[in-house]
């Protein structure tokens, strides 16, 4: 199994972090010293915000500064302020498109192979024809996406996770058939797949949860994971909100189960990404992260 590890640079700049996030070349210098590949870009300030990086050589040169750490970037987490592509506002989900674009090329200017959507909205309590409404729609804007970014080279792919709608087994698994397009597919957070798919966390009712959790939900996903994160979970909620991403070895996370899992659905993409967002001593387990990682790798390869 070929495999490179990046960590979500969001970690430095969330939570904790918030009043004062590290800096991008604080990080990259650390992760050279540990021997990482990449690093997943936040698509905000302080670190990949695209109004910061207007020109195309602007955005080649922090290509070109973060490869100078030996880094290349995996990922790219765009930041669509909060303008949902499932809501009835019709001006609000243009202005998700036309946000969506200005990532996308971001995103191409870098090289950058895949951007990270979501659905925005917190997890909904609507149901009937309020509840179709909004799939419908977030359905059509993600296979209307999609296209986009394929002309560029770019992949989508969805995080789910409790603190969004849509976050259930079965509407994940209908969300990818529903969409409908070969560039959309699923970004594999284990925390997040584990609170949705064993825990049942913020789902509607009735909570729907699988008897095999997260590693069973990494088989049903067969030929539709496009990139994935690796952390523990602790089975609780941060802030009551999303997924505790907790440090590896501090949760209930069988993580050799679930690596062979999702390797045997599929997944034959190079990037493995540790997230620790919102754990708010990110920086202070970051080596003992990346050990845990390359033996886990290693073990699979």
Known sequence: ???????????????????NPLPLDRIAGRLRELNF??????????????????????????????????LEISNYGADFK?????????????????????????????????????????PSNA???AYADAWKRVAETWHECAGQAEKKGVAVVWEFEPGFMFNSPHEILRMINDV???????????CHAHMCAAVGARQQEP??????????????????????????????????????????GTGVIDFDALVEVIVASGYN???????LCFWPKAWEVLEESKIFMDSLLERHD
């Open 1 to 19: 199994m070929k495999a490179k590890v990046s960590i979500g640079s969001s970690a430095f700049a969330f939570g904790v972090y918030a009043s």
């Open 37 to 70: 590949q990449g690093i997943e870009l936040l698509g905000s300030r302080p670190y990949g915000a695209p109004d910061d990086f207007t020109s195309v050589s602007d955005r080649r040169n922090l290509a070109k500064t973060l490869l100078a750490y030996g």
């Open 82 to 122: 909060n303008q949902s592509p499932g809501s009835g506002e019709e001006d609000q989900r243009k202005n998700y498109r036309e946000l969506f674009t200005k990532n996308l090329e971001f995103c191409a200017d870098l090289e950058i192979p895949s951007i990270r959507v979501d659905t925005v909205e917190e």
């Open 127 to 129: 149901y009937g024809s």
């Open 180 to 190: 409908d397009h070969k560039n959309f597919t699923i970004l594999f957070d284990s």
């Open 207 to 248: 909570v729907e949860r699988l008897a095999g959790g997260e590693v069973e939900l990494a088989g049903l996903l067969k030929n539709n994971i496009g990139y994935v994160h690796l952390i523990d979970s602790d089975n609780s909620l941060h802030d009551n909100w999303t997924s505790t991403h907790a440090p590896f």
């Open 269 to 275: 993409e190079e990037w493995w990404t540790i997230d």
